[in-house]
């Protein structure tokens, strides 16, 4: 069934699809967003890609470095980007008081939404998979997927793969925007006085701490590099594959896109979406332009969670579907065991202090 779907990747400062631009998926050109709160330039590499443009690379050298080979890794999302700082309304220019300097890494926010509830189309075993992530893959993890508007978030510094403070690199060989955990000089002192950890599994623990997150300040103006990449989606079969459970996506797809938004938890802006959309190969001109069908059903996916509203606490805990969540955490515990977050073992919640 895979076969008769292609991808088209978008990117937007909103989830109004009309913002968007079409993601060249495994150019190392990066495109670029830009709105009033936030400015980036980014890549999307995903491997075996089959979908828009129709002349795109099948894979991306990225997939062959050392670290993304030894882990398998699917797809990454890298974005070198700045956060402005927001118009002062009138009322704030004639307060005493003064904007922050940035958004604390309490709120800002890395994760995915949908536009409509998805409870219905959850498979069986949803909770174990949820909790297998949650688990080993991002303690950070929090949100309802059974709620009206499902969301699954975690703080963007630990959530991230790689977080860089500075410019890095953009190498055409390495397929395009390349980070690596740390900094430039200025950015390493920076970490420094911050007290981040200098490599990404004891930054990734690191962040996991309120404390941490206090100190962490997404400043405005200040350039930071990230990536986010794992082995877990498979973009050719639509799957998602975690030690101990499989799940054929396409088999519960309710045609909703797969969202990745970066938000600010208080005040629900958004930032950048990028969005993974599948249209039937059907509906999609031999140019690569999408006919009505496909437009219309696009249409559905520019409404956003909660219309920009903030989302401050995660929603309620959800019984256990049955699933054999012991054996599937204990395979999962034997084999994530030698994936490479950014050369060094997986952070879990066990490792928080």
Do not use: C
Not at 82 to 88: E, F, I, Y
Not at 239 to 249: D, E, R, S
Not at 335 to 347: A, E, H, I, N, R
Request: charge should be negative; charged fraction near 25%.
């Amino acid at each position: 069934m895979a076969e008769k779907y292609l991808i088209r990747v978008t990117a937007g400062p909103s989830y109004d699809i009309n913002s968007h631009v079409q993601v060249p998926v495994n150019d190392p050109t990066p495109v670029h967003v830009a709105s009033d709160l936030f400015e980036a330039d980014l890549n999307v590499r995903v491997h075996n890609y089959r979908g828009l443009p129709r002349d795109a690379p099948k894979t991306s050298p990225y997939f062959q470095t050392e670290l993304h080979r030894h882990n398998g890794d699917q797809y990454s999302i890298a974005l070198r980007f700045r956060l402005k700082r927001p118009p002062r309304s009138h009322e704030e220019a004639g307060s005493a008081s003064r904007l922050q300097d940035g958004v604390p890494a309490t709120d800002l926010q890395f994760g995915n939404d949908f536009d409509h509830p998805i409870r219905d189309r959850l498979p069986p075993g949803f909770n174990t998979a949820l909790n297998i992530v949650k688990w080993w893959i991002d303690p950070g993890l929090d949100g309802d997927a059974y709620a009206d508007v499902p969301h699954l978030y975690g703080p963007a510094l630990s959530s991230f793969n790689t977080v860089h403070v500075g410019e890095g690199e953009h190498d055409p060989e390495k397929g395009g925007l390349w980070f690596e955990e740390g900094g430039d000089d200025d950015g390493m002192k920076w970490r420094s006085e911050v007290g981040a950890p200098d490599d990404a599994k004891a930054r990734m623990k690191w962040a996991l701490k309120q404390d941490s997150k206090e100190r962490w300040i997404w400043e405005y103006n200040r350039t930071y590099g990230v990536d986010f990449f794992n082995p877990y989606i498979d973009f050719d079969a639509f799957a998602l594959k975690l030690p101990g459970f499989n799940l054929p996506i396409i088999k519960y797809w309710d045609g909703q896109g797969l969202r990745y938004v970066l938000r600010n938890r208080v005040t629900g802006q958004v930032y950048l979406v990028v969005l993974f959309t599948l249209h039937l190969a059907e509906d999609i001109n031999q140019d690569g332009t999408l006919k009505p069908a496909a437009l219309q059903a696009l249409a559905h996916t520019s409404g956003g969670l909660g219309k920009g509203k903030p989302i401050l606490e995660g929603g309620p805990e959800r019984d256990e579907d049955g699933a054999s969540e012991d054996d599937a955490i204990d395979e999962a515990r034997q084999k994530l065991s030698d994936v490479d977050l950014q050369g060094k073992t997986p952070t879990n919640d066990d490792d928080v202090d």
